[in-house]
């Protein structure tokens, strides 16, 4: 029986949808059009792109616990001339407060390419793609805090809850494939500090987090039905997860976490396909398994090539964004509080080839310029030592690389002390970044919102100017 206060609710759009079509099937068959008009861009409930754009895909290359600017792409002589002398500039509090005296760069630099990019003898392989990159040296932290800075890099904000990077371009791109997400995490091993958070889509619709694969030949669980369910009693399975689907949302009316929940089943029954067949690698030319590093002896680059050659495969099928973590090294992640050569060193193994690969295969296959490419950490690391051979955390200076989608190559922007320490021109944020990424892709960072908490939310919260000078085309 029901309360005697209980009103019914009135009729809404998606009841009388389901009524009139006679059925839940074609509240089904409304989201799939509904799929298809974000990936043609024309749905009525899809923001239209702001501008034309260069890139229609990212790919996030993230390196876990912050790369060391000046053992990579900032060079400074100065360190080399003071190595193990007092450091003698004044030092900001450190997340460690384990000081030691100043630390030179292990690794040679040289220059690379027609630009004369400086690139540290560390990245032999991504040295050779110099003129495909814009090098930002100017990169600035808010955070020197692992989780915050996973957290603030991720989603503009340090603290869990928001939506994603990626999230929000699911949010505002739509999916253009019908049967992979939109948003994808490949998993190589290392899930940032602060956990799957960083992936979530916070407050925005469900459907717009992250989806985690494995760079495995099955990157997901429960991919192959149970062989001992024959195919009729699947079916009839099916049948009845949409009668109580089906009976949930008349009852409930307009639930975004119902109706999420439903396109992700429908999306998943999809996957069932297209995913086997996305991680089938054999299929690829001997001659690009072998420049992606799957046969290398070393096993993370393996596992890293794989992810690279997945993520080239997915934005081929449509996928928006997809993001890389890094595999396991045997060392805590980039972060080298201690043996900055080992853990560099071991990082930068696993990581190089299969980068340059990804480059040169995208550009090869005339993918490059309407794929960006992303390659940062959530923060860079101290000119002076922590202890005797590590460096700790430095959220004053760090730097990223973009390329493809826009990009002006071989360019580098920002400039950092005779130390590598603060940035002294060109400072750049997390938020201009994310104003970057999404200008790139067509979209306008400051109409780019979604309403919650009563205001407008969105990516770069309050903030965020583009990075003109890395722009082929910056806006007039």
């Known amino acids: 029986m029901h309360?005697?206060?209980?009103?019914?609710p009135p009729i809404n759009r998606r009841q009388w949808l389901t009524?009139?079509?006679?059925?839940?099937?074609?509240?089904?068959?409304?989201?799939?059009?509904?799929?298809?008009?974000?990936?043609?861009?024309?749905?009525?409930?899809?923001?239209?792109l702001h501008h034309r754009p260069p890139a229609g895909n990212v790919i996030f290359l993230y390196m876990d616990g912050g790369?060391?600017?000046?053992?990579?792409?900032?060079?400074?002589?100065?360190?080399?001339?003071?190595?193990g002398k007092p450091f003698s500039a004044r030092i900001e509090p450190t997340q460690f407060d384990n000081i030691g005296t100043t630390f030179g760069c292990p690794w040679k630099f040289a220059q690379h390419g027609e630009s004369g990019m400086?690139?540290?003898?560390l990245f032999p392989h991504m040295a050779s793609c110099a003129d495909k990159l814009a090098v930002v040296r100017g990169m600035v932290s808010e955070f020197s805090e692992h989780n915050s800075a996973n957290y603030f890099l991720h989603t503009g904000l340090g603290q869990a809850g928001w939506p994603s990077m990626g999230a929000w371009v699911s949010y505002g791109m739509g999916n253009a494939s019908d049967s992979l997400p939109s948003y994808v995490v490949i998993n190589g091993g290392l899930i940032p500090s602060g956990g799957f958070d960083?992936?979530?889509?916070?407050?925005?619709?469900?459907?717009?987090?992250?989806?985690?694969?494995?760079?495995a030949a099955l990157p997901m669980a429960n991919l192959r039905g149970r062989e001992d369910i024959m195919p009729a009693q699947q079916t009839r399975q099916r049948q009845l997860l949409r009668d109580l689907d089906g009976f949930v949302q008349a009852q409930a009316g307009h639930a975004e976490a119902i109706e999420s929940a439903i396109r992700n089943y429908e999306l998943a029954y999809r996957m069932q396909v297209a995913v086997p067949d996305l991680a089938n690698l054999e299929d690829e030319p001997a001659y690009v398994r072998h420049m992606y590093g799957l046969e290398h002896e070393n096993e993370p680059t393996r596992v890293f090539g794989r992810e690279c050659l997945l993520a080239r495969r997915m934005v081929e099928r449509g996928v928006r964004f997809i993001e890389l973590t890094c595999p396991q090294t045997g060392n805590d992640r980039w972060?080298?509080?201690?043996?900055?050569?080992?853990?560099?060193?071991?990082?930068?193994?696993?990581?190089?080839?299969?980068?340059?690969?990804?480059?040169?295969?995208?550009?090869?296959?005339?993918?490059?310029?309407?794929?960006?490419?992303?390659?940062?950490?959530?923060?860079?690391?101290?000119?002076f030592a922590q202890g005797s051979d590590g460096r700790d955390h430095n959220p004053f200076a760090f730097s990223i690389w973009l390329a493809g989608g826009g990009v002006k190559s071989g360019t580098v922007y920002g400039e950092t002390d005779e130390f590598g320490y603060h940035v002294v021109d060109g400072k750049t944020t997390i938020h201009d970044l994310h104003a970057t990424m999404l200008h790139l892709l067509g979209v306008d960072h400051t109409r780019l919102t979604f309403r919650f908490g009563g205001r407008d939310m969105?990516?770069?919260?309050?903030?965020?100017?583009?990075?003109?000078?890395?722009?082929?085309?910056?806006?007039?």
């Open 335 to 383: 972060d080298a509080h201690s043996n900055l050569v080992k853990n560099h060193g071991d990082n930068a193994l696993a990581v190089d080839q299969p980068i340059a690969a990804l480059l040169k295969d995208l550009e090869n296959r005339g993918m490059l310029e309407e794929t960006l490419v992303v390659w940062a950490g959530e923060f860079g690391r101290t000119p």
């Open 198 to 215: 960083n992936f979530a889509s916070g407050f925005l619709p469900p459907v717009h987090q992250g989806t985690v694969f494995k760079p």
């Open 458 to 476: 969105r990516l770069t919260d309050v903030h965020g100017e583009l990075m003109s000078e890395i722009l082929n085309s910056p806006p007039a």
């Open 67 to 83: 790369v060391s600017q000046v053992d990579s792409f900032d060079p400074k002589p100065r360190l080399n001339r003071d190595h």
């Open 118 to 121: 400086w690139v540290s003898e």
């Open 19 to 48: 009524s009139a079509a006679n059925g839940f099937g074609a509240v089904a068959l409304s989201a799939l059009w509904y799929e298809e008009g974000l990936a043609a861009g024309r749905a009525g409930e899809l923001r239209q």
């Open 3 to 8: 309360c005697q206060r209980f009103v019914p």
